[in-house]
C-alpha cells in the first residue's frame, strides 16, 4: 500500500528566508506527487504536480519541489517566504495507473511565519 | 472561483440526528471523492465515485453513505449523527484520466 511521509508536523521560518518541507512516499509504481496547502477552514488549493519528466516543477506562488526518485522524496522549496505562506502544506501521491481510488496524503506540515 | 461547492460551511447538529451534507461541481468532472479530516490530521478517503450509479468506500471506514444520481452532485449523509462523527468532511473531484483533484471548501461538522 502506498503512503506518505511528512517528517516535520511544524516548521518555523522568519519571514523572507528559504524553505523546505520534506516529504517522502512509499509506493511501488511509477507515482504521481503533488503538493497542496490549506489555509484555516479552507479547502485544498494545488500547489504543483509531477506526473513525468523534469524531475523539479514549478507551481504557483513561487514554490517549486524536486522528484528524487532515490530518495523516494518530493521536498518542496521556495527561496523567500512571506507572511501570507503561513498555512498547512499537504503532500500526497497518486496512482499513475489511472484509477479512481483517491490520493493517499501525508499528515502535513504546519508552516508558522516570523515577522 | 470555486467550481465545487459544498454547503453547509460549518453544522452543529444534536446527537441521532439525520443529516445530509452537499457537494455540487460545474466542471464536468466524472469522479468525486469525500475526504474526512480531523484537526491537525491527515485527509483519509471515506467515499469516491466514478461517475453517475458508482460509490465505492474508501479507506477509512465510515458509518456515512454517498450517492451518485446525477453527475455533478455527490451528497454525503449521515443516518444519525453521532459526537464521534466530529470532524472537517472535504469534497473533491477530477477528470477521469487525470489524478488533479479540485477541492470544495469543506464542512465542518460538530455533533453534541
Known amino acids: 500500500a502506498q503512503s506518505v511521509t511528512q517528517p516535520d508536523i511544524h516548521i518555523t521560518v522568519s519571514e523572507g528566508a528559504s524553505l523546505e518541507l520534506r516529504c517522502n512516499y512509499s509506493?511501488?509504481?511509477?507515482?504521481?506527487l503533488f503538493w497542496y496547502v490549506q489555509s484555516p477552514g479552507q479547502g485544498l488549493q494545488l500547489l504543483l504536480k509531477?506526473?513525468?519528466?523534469?524531475?523539479l516543477v514549478q507551481g504557483i506562488k513561487g514554490f517549486e519541489a524536486e522528484f528524487k526518485r532515490s530518495q523516494s522524496s518530493f521536498n518542496l522549496r521556495k527561496p523567500s517566504v512571506h507572511w501570507s505562506d503561513a498555512a498547512e502544506y499537504f503532500c500526497?501521491?497518486?496512482?499513475?495507473?489511472?484509477?479512481?481510488?483517491?490520493?493517499?496524503f501525508g499528515k502535513g506540515t504546519h508552516l508558522i511565519i516570523q515577522p | 472561483e470555486a467550481d465545487i461547492y459544498q454547503t453547509p460551511r460549518y453544522l452543529v447538529i444534536g446527537t441521532g440526528k439525520k443529516i445530509t451534507l452537499e457537494c455540487s461541481q460545474t466542471m464536468g468532472h466524472d469522479k468525486m471523492y469525500w475526504y474526512q479530516q480531523d484537526p491537525g490530521m491527515e485527509l483519509h478517503l471515506i467515499h469516491y465515485?466514478?461517475?453517475?450509479?458508482?460509490?465505492e468506500k474508501g479507506d477509512l471506514s465510515s458509518e456515512s453513505t454517498v450517492s451518485r444520481i446525477r453527475t455533478e452532485h455527490f451528497p454525503l449523509t449521515l443516518e444519525s449523527a453521532r459526537p464521534s462523527h466530529t470532524s472537517q468532511y472535504l469534497c473533491a473531484s477530477s477528470e477521469w484520466g487525470q489524478e488533479v483533484y479540485t477541492f470544495g471548501s469543506g464542512t465542518r461538522l460538530t455533533v453534541v
Open positions: 465515485s466514478y461517475g453517475v450509479n458508482s460509490t
Open positions: 509531477y506526473f513525468s519528466g523534469d524531475t
Open positions: 509506493y511501488g509504481a511509477t507515482p504521481y
Open positions: 500526497a501521491v497518486g496512482y499513475s495507473g489511472g484509477g479512481a481510488d483517491g490520493l493517499t
